[in-house]
């Protein structure tokens, strides 16, 4: 990433300013419990001018304050356009949310914006019908909170929405792409080599026919727009990722690639948000030829200009940074010339510079391992230095940010090989700051001055090296190094079988005064603990640094049913010297702006046994709050718990991540403890029929990194998955969940063996309301298949019903889906029945507080005077029904809700019991609650036979029928 000191420090105060914004009047739907309601499509005022800020402050696109709420109800499904623009002068930022809870958490968030049509935003998501929404309106903070408009209208579906609707696109003819009315669909994988794991909200296809051995596919338009490029050779469903491109130059793509002339080939367009506006799409045939680098240096005269290592940069723009590097020539000469690659950023996406560029080639002699005197500085300014090329060089910094390569010359320097130098590179290119590119290893490390007065002195170390090329040979022997006696990156020594590596930048607090963590570990061999090695920083949303006194206080634990359970060892603390801490500073910074230190310490032994589960706790009482480090892709199981200092660990105080730290003995896997599903490792999956059902609950299950990366779903697997397999009886089978609580699950489909998967299929939310169902087709008959069922984030998890249905039925609704296709019933009657693919019956209107949130299907029955019960009676174990009965007047547009006499609802059935009118007509709606759909069984009895007992509700009719 590129050098974010500046960044992080700005939301810093951004953070802590909103946070004190004092209170206003209100102003209306000024909080989310009092969003003003409206619907379906229009344009509807706003006014931030009294408006308060809520809760929370950040969102994934940037940071919200005077917020205005409206909750918003979709008249149709579809692809809908939420946005500001146009709309004023507020520099809005806008987000919508998939709940009715407030506040909403950042799960619930469908999808935010900030500064998408110039300084105002827009968003596109898919909505139900009837489905409500909450749309939060707000200002960026310190802009005048003013009023404006926001605007709701449908997006067309786009007809190349599908691989086989791709339109034909013709060559070297750009055309315009508007990705809003496509969708992403979770079956429709990208090649791994470039999209595996990155979740994107719109596919749209083209195909053409190669009439040149080569081609370039070039995406334009809108540099803050992430998008993937991958080709298809022959047809849909042909060899996957002929070519596939992520980033290669700025954030979108120009690449090339060879064909077969005469051959159909389709390109497969990613968007990663809808809302990004009009891309540029051409295929350019033949591929332009852009000539040699300008750069004609051998490989020996570069350090770190290998573009394979090239993807981080530096400022350096003489202004707030400089950056230096250091160099040894092999032999006496004289520099005349230099090559290097950079570019321009605004600090968050590309840019160019207003007046061009005003670039310093600066040499300084070494002083002890850092620049000291100034030897020469070229100019290009006085015309010193000469800028001979600048040119893209099809690479992109951070994938964000379109690269350049240089190649100047300037006066004869004489340098000599029994010397160490310095080299500095820095550009004025005002409004943009000019980044220097990195990554390549040449020497040891490098400088980053705050303080650009030509003095290295207070300089910050950086532990890689800048990419420059000289007109001498450099010196690679190590021994012959710049560096003195350089500090050791990893002071760690245990091999990587003890460990779970530092992997990710990310970490979570444990300071012991906010919050303890601790993390799951299990040996491989009987013995005992008394050597670890860990990560962190001393970070506390404002301040980092590596200058705090630590005082680390160690415990081990047994488990305890999946958490923490006795006390196995220490408390050990640093104190009392029962804890030896050494701390070391690595250099590195993974966010740009936190310093990483790594911890080796000691202790007294500590017996551990293979085959138990152990948990490790550390704790900083330093004064500073102090972050452990941990990982998200690794060999461990995803399961850490947090929880307030001394406090008693608890399943609610899991969280899905693995902390990074090293211990003096052979790690294994945890063994699956008593109260986790039996089912939790993929080798201990459950064999299923291709037609079964099955509940479980993943309250207490581990998340298993080893399922393939879900395309339906972030980059790491979702939490608390158990394991399914079963055998191919059909080539489709429907995979499907059901909650009886507000779980919240994603499917994922594989083959091949355990630690070797392939992912065959996704899904999430597919089927209403946070349940998900997985039709999948093409399935090998008498092959065995893997099926990993997990929660999106912790507050998922709960109790499922799993059912397979082999093959996959027809996607058509029932036939009673509507009001107006009422099947007839008789009293006394049991009618089975199913509400899978039908669809909400939002238009018919809540009844009492008996809402409509689900597929229904509906019955009819007429009245005698008599009392009538009707009951739904789930046939499956976790189908929440819920029944509402209206009186019909000429049709289905004239319906008036009954008044029951009586009302049972249970955890799952539902019963009605109303006094009918003798010839009246009764629509019964059977439905189910929070998204669930399934079979059933309508059950209807009368007081006049004596079909219903006392009660007269849902046990009597299952006693006269059952």
Same mark, same amino acid.
Request: net charge negative; with cysteine.
């Given at each position: ?6 960044? &992080? ?245 120009? $690449? ?427 080798? &201990? ?86 349940? &998900? ?90 009245? $005698? ?18 029944? &509402? ?78």
């Amino acid at each position: 990433m590129m050098i974010s000191a500046r960044n &992080t420090g700005f939301l810093a105060v951004v953070l802590f300013a909103v946070a004190a914004l004092p209170a206003s009047a209100w102003a209306q739907g000024d909080d989310c419990l009092s969003a003003t309601p409206i619907e379906g499509e229009g344009v509807f005022p706003f006014d931030l001018t009294t408006a308060e800020t809520d809760p929370p402050l950040t969102l994934d696109c940037g940071v919200i304050a005077y917020d205005v709420w409206f909750r918003w109800t979709a008249s149709a499904d579809g692809a809908m356009r939420v946005a500001t623009c146009g709309g004023g002068d507020v520099d809005s930022v806008l987000a919508v949310y998939d709940t009715n809870s407030c506040p909403p958490g950042q799960t619930d968030v469908l999808a935010c914006d900030d500064d998408a049509c110039n300084r105002q935003s827009q968003v596109v998501f898919d909505a139900t019908a009837g489905t409500e929404y909450l749309i939060r309106v707000g200002a960026f903070p310190f802009t005048a909170p003013g009023s404006g408009v926001l605007t709701i209208s449908a997006v067309a579906p786009l007809p190349e929405d599908k691989c086989v609707t791709a339109p034909v696109i013709a060559l070297n003819t750009p055309i315009v792409v508007d990705a809003a009315g496509a969708s992403a669909d979770p079956n429709e994988a990208l090649p791994g080599v470039c999209g595996a794991g990155k979740r994107l909200s719109a596919v749209v296809w083209y195909q053409y026919v190669a009439t040149d051995p080569d081609v370039e596919i070039r995406v334009s338009g809108v540099p803050e727009a992430d998008t993937i490029v991958a080709v298809h050779a022959g047809a849909c469903d042909g060899p996957i990722g002929q070519r596939c491109d992520d980033d290669s130059f700025g954030v979108q793509q120009r $690449t090339c690639f060879n064909q077969v002339v005469g051959e159909t080939y389709y390109v497969q367009l990613a968007v990663e948000k809808r809302d990004a506006g009009d891309l540029i799409l051409e295929v350019v045939s033949p591929c332009p030829d852009l000539g040699d680098p300008p750069c004609a240096e051998p490989a020996a005269h570069c350090v770190g200009a290998n573009v394979d290592r090239r993807d981080d940069a530096y400022a350096s723009d003489r202004l707030e940074f400089l950056a230096a590097d250091e160099f040894r020539p092999a032999v006496s000469g004289e520099l005349t010339s230099v090559c290097w690659w950079g570019g321009y950023s605004d600090g968050v996406y590309d840019c160019q510079p207003a007046a061009g560029d005003d670039f310093v080639v600066s040499y300084y002699a070494d002083a002890g391992g850092a620049p000291g005197a100034l030897i020469a500085s070229y100019s290009q300014f006085d015309g010193t230095l000469t800028i001979d090329a600048a040119v893209p060089s099809r690479h992109a910094l951070s994938g964000a940010v379109v690269e350049y390569e240089y190649l100047a010359t300037h006066a004869p320097l004489p340098v000599s090989s029994d010397a160490c130098y310095w080299v500095s590179v820095s550009n004025l290119s005002a409004p943009c700051a000019w980044y220097w590119s990195s990554g390549g290893f040449g020497g040891v490390y490098a400088f980053q001055d705050a303080t650009p007065d030509g003095d290295f002195s207070d300089a910050e170390q950086i532990r890689n090296n800048f990419a420059f090329c000289l007109s001498v040979q450099l010196e690679r022997d190590p021994n012959l190094s710049c560096i003195p006696d350089p500090p050791p990156q990893r002071p760690c020594a245990q091999p990587a079988s003890h460990c779970q590596l530092d992997k990710c930048g990310s970490s979570v607090l444990s300071d012991g005064v906010t919050a303890v963590v601790a993390d799951d570990f299990a040996v491989a061999s009987d013995g005992s603990v008394s050597a670890l090695c860990w990560w962190g920083a001393h970070y506390d949303g404002f301040v980092a640094d590596d200058a705090h006194p630590d005082q680390f206080e160690l415990r081990y634990y047994a488990d305890a049913g999946g958490v923490p359970g006795a006390l196995v060892g220490g408390p050990f603390l640093q104190s009392d010297g029962g804890l030896l801490v050494e701390a070391t500073p690595t250099g590195e910074s993974p966010d740009g702006f936190t310093p990483r230190i790594a911890y080796t310490a000691t202790h007294a032994p500590v017996a551990v046994q293979a085959g138990q589960r152990y948990w490790i706790e550390l704790r900083n009482l330093a004064g500073s709050a102090w972050q452990w480090e941990y990982v998200l892709r690794d060999s461990a199981n995803g399961v850490a718990v947090r929880a307030a200092p001394d406090a008693s660990f608890t399943p609610a105080d899991r969280i899905a991540d693995d902390l990074a730290f090293c211990l003096d003995v052979e790690l294994a896997p945890p063994p699956v403890t008593d109260l986790m599903p039996v089912n939790d490792r993929c080798e &201990t999956a459950i064999e299923l029929q291709s037609n079964d059902r099955v509940v479980f609950d993943n309250t207490l299950a581990d998340t298993d990194p080893d399922f393939p990366p879900y395309t339906c779903f972030r980059e790491r697997p979702p939490v608390g998955q158990v394991w399914y397999k079963f055998v191919a009886t059909h080539d489709s089978i429907l995979i499907s969940t059901t909650s009886g609580v507000s779980g919240d699950s994603v499917i994922g489909l594989a083959t091949g063996e355990c630690g070797a998967l392939l992912r065959r299929g996704c899904a999430d939310d597919s089927g209403g309301n946070r349940m &998900t169902q997985l039709c999948k087709d093409g399935l090998v008959i008498g092959q065995t298949y893997w099926i990993a069922v997990g929660s999106y984030a912790e507050g998922g998890r709960g109790e499922f019903e799993l059912t397979l249905t082999s093959p996959c039925p027809p996607d058509t609704p029932p036939a009673n889906d509507l009001c107006s296709g009422a099947i007839p019933v008789d009293v006394p009657s049991v009618t089975p029945g199913t509400t899978n693919y039908a669809k909400p019956d939002y238009d018919q209107g809540d009844c009492g507080d008996v809402l409509i949130t689900s597929p229904g299907v509906w019955y009819q029955v007429v009245g $005698t005077g008599a009392d009538f019960t009707a009951a739904a009676l789930p046939l499956h174990e976790l189908l929440p029904l819920r029944l &509402t009965v209206y009186e019909l007047g000429p049709d289905c547009n004239d319906v008036t809700c009954v008044t029951p006499t009586a009302a049972t609802t249970g955890a799952l059935e539902d019963a009605v019991t109303w006094t009918t009118t003798p010839g009246a007509t009764y629509a019964i709606l059977v439905h189910g609650r929070a998204g669930a759909m399934g079979d059933f069984e309508l059950r209807l009895c009368s007081s006049d036979a004596g079909d219903c007992n006392n009660n007269g509700v849902a046990d009597g009719c299952e006693a006269a029928f059952g």
